[in-house]
């Protein structure tokens, strides 16, 4: 048996103590160390893309970039807003 196995074996009190104290200064760091799932960043800017499948970029253009235009155009901050419409794709860019 080493030194350390039979200082432990003779003090139990002691040892009791120690690891007592070692997990109450575990759960003290635990609830004190920020930590965040979802952190706060500034994202430059966004996309939203719709697909239609089977549908005509001209009919894609006529009805839906313009409803997503009206109401993303309600948010405040925007600097400028780009329409893509290609092949069964609706792209709105927001800057």
Partial sequence: MNALSRTALRRPVSTL?????LT???MIAFVQIPVSLMPRTA???LTIEVS???VG???IEEVNPRRREDTVTT?????GLTNTTEG????NALG
Avoid: D, I, K, N
């Fill in 75 to 79: 948010v405040g901050g925007l600097e």
């Fill in 17 to 21: 103590m120690f690891f007592a104290a």
């Fill in 24 to 26: 109450l200064l575990g």
């Fill in 52 to 54: 239609y499948s089977g």
């Fill in 57 to 59: 970029p001209e009919r």
């Fill in 43 to 45: 994202f430059p800017g």
């Fill in 88 to 91: 069964g794709r609706s792209r």
